[in-house]
Each structure stands twice: as C-alpha cells, then as structure tokens.
C-alpha cells in the first residue's frame, strides 16, 4: 500500500478474549495472555509513540462498591497495555436494573480520578439505544438520563482534575426509521449544555455480519450507512459538528465465512473510512477484536479476531497492520 495525503485516522482495538452475544450471554474461552497481547499490540501499533487506542469495557450495577478502585472486567486490567503511546478507550457501561443514575454518576467520577491519566477516550454507555440484550445498556431503565448526566459528570471531573485531553460520548449501532430518533431524542432531553460536553458520538457497526452483502456492494453500502448516520442521525440532532469515531467493527471467521474474506472485509470498510474521513469527519476506527474468544467453537461471536484465541494471526492481522502504517495519524 502507499500512503495517501490525509490528516490521519486514530486506530485502536480490543484485545480481550471475552465477546458479548445476542442472546445476552457471553462468549468466552482461554484466558488472555498478557505478553502475547502485549506483542500483538506492538505490532499493530508499528512505531512506538504512534497515537492507538487499547479498548476495554469496565462496568456498573446495583452490586458497585464506590468508594474504591474499579477493574476492568474485558479485557482485565487493562492499564497494563496503556504505554509506547497507547492509551485507553476506556468504556463504562451503565447496567442498573434499579435505575441509579446518582450512583452511575459516582462512578464515572471515580473513573476519571482512576483512570484518567492514562485514558484518551472514555464512552458513557454501550449501544444504549438497543432493549432488547441485557449485556447492552438500553435495556436497563433511566438510560438517557444516565448518558447525559454521565456525560456531564466526566467532562467536570476531567477538567478539576486537568485531564484537558480526555474526550468524552457515547455511541449507538445504526439507527434506521423510528429509531433514528434516539439521539435527537437524547440531546433533546440533554438540551445545549449536553451538547457542549460531548466531544465526539462513536458507531458500533458490523456490515456483512447480521445482514449479508455481497463483496461487490460492500463498499457502496458501508459509504451509504456512514453518510445516513451523518446525516439523518447526527446533524438533525444537533450532533453534525462533532467527530464519528467508529468504536466497534470487525467480521467473524467460521464455517462459510474463510479467514481471506475477513481480511477483504477489513480492508474494504477501513479503506471506505480513510477516504471519506475529513468529508464526514470521522475521527478513528476501533477493531473488534484482537482475538477470537474460543477458535474451537463455530457460533458467530466465538471467531471475531484478527488471531485465533492462541494469538496465531490470521491474513486480516497483516492487513490491519498495513491499514494502520498508512492511514494513521
């Protein structure tokens, strides 16, 4: 590949072994290896120093203890990868069945003195707008509430503590019809202070893996999709000034679906985002996963890494790599 004038993409990934299901499970298998996701993540990033993002999900619910440090539960202790440059994409999901907003927001505070030395992004909630699984945070009650009164409650914290670099959002999955409502909606409930917290709005999206398309579309319908969210989603909600960060994306090998055509898919979608970054403005490109959860097991969510769960790389490992020394800022 040769390098191409742009202003340059901020990568990451998640090296975890555990994914979330649709059935409100988890896939999981062999444990993670500190020193071999150490090494892969030095790899991928390629030049010591380069800016990439090391994501990792921590958690509330009514079982929090505040008052003391927070682990993160995927990957664990995930503040160990955060040197040479990287830095966390820190998620902080809100999964309280009795609606504790106050406590939520303690929590994210708590987060920031934790982690926010070491943090570059930290996202209030995951896939928020989604009711159906209870391992995403739609599902539990007061969940708006939580995203716009988390938001504000890390934005204060970052400032008194003077973590000025720390970005603060929130993400969904592509909303269509009715549901495309839900960040105007959000920032409707949230109004102009919501707003000028935000720092950046991130899209979990998985083209080709829900809903087949066919390799010669892939392209067209992944430009469609991001100029729909841009567009439909964003800008009529008061959202279109501020940066797209795709915090979720990746393609799942397993039977019918051969480890080439992940590396294709890979490929084909960060090429799409490169090339439309500064029209749509769409800041980075976080990959889901780094390894698969269990390689023995055939299900959808058991295979979504560049590695098999051994960290033996797959083709889309060396693509990724590739994608990072050409496109990154």
Not at 87 to 105: E, H, K, T
Request: proline share 7%; glycine share 10%; with cysteine.
């Amino acid at each position: 590949m040769t390098r191409t004038a742009h202003d340059g993409l901020l990568f990451g990934i998640y090296p975890g072994g555990v994914a979330g299901d649709d059935t409100g499970g988890l896939a999981d298998g062999p444990p993670d290896d500190p020193a071999l996701v150490s090494s892969a993540l030095d790899r991928l990033q390629g030049r010591p120093g380069r800016p990439f993002l090391v994501r990792a999900y921590t958690g509330f619910d009514d079982t929090t203890r505040l008052g003391r440090p927070h682990t993160t539960a995927a990957p664990a202790a995930a503040v160990q990868y955060a040197v040479r440059g990287r830095r966390l994409d820190l998620v902080a999901q809100y999964q309280s069945p009795a609606g504790d907003v106050d406590g939520y927001c303690a929590f994210l505070r708590e987060l920031v003195e934790q982690y926010g030395a070491v943090t570059s992004t930290l996202q209030v909630t995951e896939e928020p707008n989604v009711t159906s699984n209870p391992t995403l945070d739609g599902y539990y009650p007061a969940v708006r509430e939580a995203i716009v009164r988390g938001v504000h409650a890390v934005k204060a914290r970052a400032r008194e503590l003077g973590y000025t670099d720390l970005r603060v959002g929130f993400n969904t999955t592509p909303l269509f019809g009715p549901a495309a409502s839900f960040v105007t909606d959000l920032t409707g409930f949230g109004g102009e202070n919501f707003i000028a917290d935000l720092d950046y709005v991130g899209l979990d999206f998985f083209p080709d893996v829900f809903r087949p398309v066919d390799a010669s579309d892939l392209t067209h319908t992944v430009e469609a999709l991001l100029r729909h969210h841009r567009d439909s989603v964003l800008a009529p909600s008061g959202l279109g000034h501020l940066p797209l960060h795709i915090t979720e994306h990746g393609w799942p090998t397993g039977p019918e679906r051969p480890p080439h055509r992940q590396a294709d898919v890979v490929e084909a979608v960060v090429n799409v985002i490169a090339t439309q970054s500064k029209q749509l403005h769409l800041s980075g490109y976080t990959h889901f996963a780094l390894r698969d959860a269990d390689s023995a097991e055939t299900g959808l969510f058991h295979q979504f890494g560049l590695t098999t769960d051994d960290y033996s790389p797959k083709p889309a490992f060396d693509t990724m790599r590739r994608l990072v020394e050409r496109f990154s800022v």
